[in-house]
């Protein structure tokens, strides 16, 4: 059996936290740039310009790309046969992303007690969603997600009935309501079976995949192009002033579900897309 000691994982989500909130994903850059060929409008042009001015400068001076650091977002794949010492994993990743995010200078966004409001000072607790897998490795992906796009996500109990039309009138029509508010040119994840905590599931990790990357499912695939081309008709344009780039992806997730229903959800990331994986590797340890 491998070992992996507790220090390790903190100092690696420290370093996730601050190298996220910093350093625009390649993907999402190559994104932006390939738009700001194809948008129409001159006004969104120059606003994805300015996104890009923006994340150069973010980049260059260690300063996070938007105020928003979000809440701190991880997915996290243990291998089955490795073993963590010293303390507790979920502890671990919580003091990782407090020294992260006090280190890096950002912003402390995470209130105790969703009524009495109290900032918690420290960015903790993580939101933590547990995968086991085979092997002996752990993978750490974090993911901040501020809430002008978080507040824009919706989830809904279709009927089977509902169908393919259903969902993906479902999925326009977020976009839709939504508008300006979670900043586009955006990313849109959706996740469809399941339960309705398992779509919702399904379409914050859609939002994980690399712009450019489709489902391997080449039905799913059809699926996201048709949701982008719908979407991307709607004229809201980067930042809400018109245009024609207001999505630079939609990613779609599917899981199987109940005879009985068709839960699905969407889940709006801002162009702001930030995601960093590390692959810690343990160590072996003899009894």
């Known amino acids: 059996m491998k070992e992996i000691n507790v220090q390790e994982i903190i100092t690696a989500v420290e370093k996730l936290c601050i190298e996220a909130n910093c350093e625009l994903d390649k993907d999402v850059i190559e994104a932006l740039e390939k738009a700001l060929e194809s948008e129409e409008s001159p006004q969104g042009g120059e606003v994805i310009e300015l996104l890009l001015k923006n994340a150069a400068i973010a980049a260059g001076e260690r300063m996070p790309i938007c105020q928003d650091t979000g809440v701190a977002v991880l997915f996290v794949e243990v291998g089955q046969d490795l073993h963590v010492s010293g303390g507790v994993l979920t502890e671990a990743i919580n003091e990782g992303v407090r020294r992260g995010y006090e280190k890096g200078l950002l912003r402390k966004s995470i209130v105790k007690d969703p009524f009495t409001r ?47 039309a259903g969902v993906m009138d479902f999925v326009v029509e977020t976009v839709d309501k939504a508008g300006a508010n979670p900043c586009p040119p955006i990313i849109v994840g959706v996740g469809v079976g399941g339960t309705m905590e398992k779509a919702a599931i399904l379409a914050k990790k859609a939002l994980l995949r690399p712009i450019g990357e489709s489902n391997q499912e080449s039905e799913y695939a059809k699926i996201e192009q048709d949701l982008l081309q719908r979407i991307n008709n709607l004229g809201i344009g980067p930042q809400g002033i018109g245009g024609r780039i207001t999505a630079l992806a939609v990613n779609m997730e599917v899981f199987p579900t109940h005879i009985a229903g068709l839960p699905a959800a969407v889940n709006i990331n801002c162009h702001v897309a930030r995601h960093r994986k590390v692959i810690l590797e343990g160590r072996e340890h003899f009894q």
Do not use: Q, W
């Open 118 to 164: 109290v900032n918690t000072g420290d960015n903790t607790p993580a939101v933590i969603h547990y995968d086991i897998i085979p092997g002996d490795k752990l993978t750490l992906t974090l993911a901040p997600k501020g809430f002008g796009s978080e507040n824009m996500g919706a989830l809904k109990m279709l009927k089977p009935s509902d169908g393919l």
